[in-house]
């Protein structure tokens, strides 16, 4: 960490300024800083040493070192799915109530016989729950689902900042052409050099490890 930063502001040079000094005053991710004897000037996102300053912010820009690994991913889907199976079964009694129909009466059999319609009916509304609970967690302070929180992962846009509700809806929506062609959109993070699924891509958005 450099002992002297200059600030450039309305293209003059000014300063020199401590690491203290600066985020005392509020440093932003777009102020142009160079340390040192350096004549390069850099976006303080740029810069490691402030990496931690702003995620106290609110920032966490993804970088090498915190991209989230398919491991740990795969790891909060399956948690996300238990959490979301547990709220199907705490409201089936309310539909089926609707429905007027006896939870006693239904058996394996009675799921193995359900014609194509009502599977695909019944396919769609899971997604549109797992859409829905996705989207709001996403785009709230936590910045991501249950899953994700406690595996200790944000999910953010290309600016390390918090998704916006559209978003986060259009990256959860995109999971439908991920899943559907094999999960080869979710594999896709094996081999991407950023660790994006093809939700990821589109949508421009990465997840990340909070600092641990």
């Not at 740990?72 to 705490?90: H, K, M």
């Not at 995109?174 to 094996?190: A, Q, T």
Request: include cysteine; charge should be negative; hydrophobic fraction near 40%.
């Amino acid at each position: 960490m450099s002992d002297q930063y200059y600030l450039q502001q309305d293209g003059e040079k000014t300063g020199p300024f401590t690491y203290d000094e600066l985020v005392e005053n509020g440093l932003e991710v777009n102020s142009r800083l160079t340390s040192g004897n350096s004549s390069a000037w850099q976006n303080a996102s740029d810069m490691p040493e402030f990496l931690d300053y702003f995620e106290w912010r609110g920032y966490y820009f993804p970088t090498e070192d915190n991209l989230a690994s398919f491991g740990r991913r795969a790891l909060a889907y399956f948690i996300d799915l238990a959490v979301i199976y547990l709220i199907c079964i705490l409201i089936a009694p309310f539909i089926f109530a609707q429905l007027k129909i006896d939870p006693s009466k239904i058996t394996l059999n009675t799921v193995k016989n359900l014609d194509d319609v009502t599977k695909l009916l019944i396919s769609l509304g899971l997604f549109v729950v797992f859409t829905i609970y996705n989207t709001l967690f996403e785009a709230s302070p936590m910045r991501g689902s249950i899953g994700k929180r406690l595996c200790k992962l944000v999910v953010v846009d290309a600016e390390g900042q918090r998704l916006n509700l559209l978003k986060a809806f259009l990256r959860n929506l995109f999971k439908f052409i991920s899943e559907k062609l094999l999960y080869i959109g979710y594999i896709n993070i094996l081999w991407d050099e950023h660790r994006q699924a093809w939700h990821d891509q589109w949508a421009g958005t990465y997840i990340i490890r909070r600092g641990e």
